[in-house]
């Protein structure tokens, strides 16, 4: 089970991440595909987030306040897709810095509940 809990949230992880990365390739132009930045319900994480945490983790209290924090990502990432879009495209690079904090929210709340998790079941490896 443990190993199964790993790689469900090794995965969310690489998925998380992808965003960030497909989020500063857009605001430098590399014309990557925005649909997965603006709609947080087409993200990897996204689908993640409503398929297993909001349901197989839901007794978590963290899989709410994933799901919140995942939102206010895809926000602001919109926000700095509109500046780029406007011209205003050092403005929206200098944007991502904003963009860490929710990342490094999300990553907490990932390892918060997969470490929640591993404590219901002790009994079974690490």
């Known amino acids: 089970m443990h190993e199964d809990l790993k790689q469900d949230f090794e995965m969310a992880q690489v998925r998380h991440l992808l965003f960030k990365s497909k989020l500063r390739s ?9 649909a997965p930045i603006r709609d947080a319900q087409v993200c990897a994480l996204g689908v993640w987030i409503r398929e297993r945490a909001l ?7 963290e899989s709410r306040e994933l799901d919140k ?3 206010q ?10 500046l780029r879009q ?17 990342v490094d929210e999300i990553t907490r709340l990932l390892r918060t509940m997969e470490q929640k998790l591993r404590a219901e079941s002790p009994g079974l490896g690490r």
């Open 55 to 61: 349901i197989t983790y839901a007794h978590l209290p």
């Open 86 to 102: 406007q011209g205003k495209v050092e403005q929206a690079i200098a944007g991502l810095t904003s963009v860490q904090g929710y």
């Open 73 to 82: 990502i895809h926000q602001e990432a919109n926000r700095l897709l509109d």
């Open 69 to 71: 924090v995942h939102q």
């Open 26 to 34: 857009a605001l430098y132009g590399s014309g990557t595909d925005e």
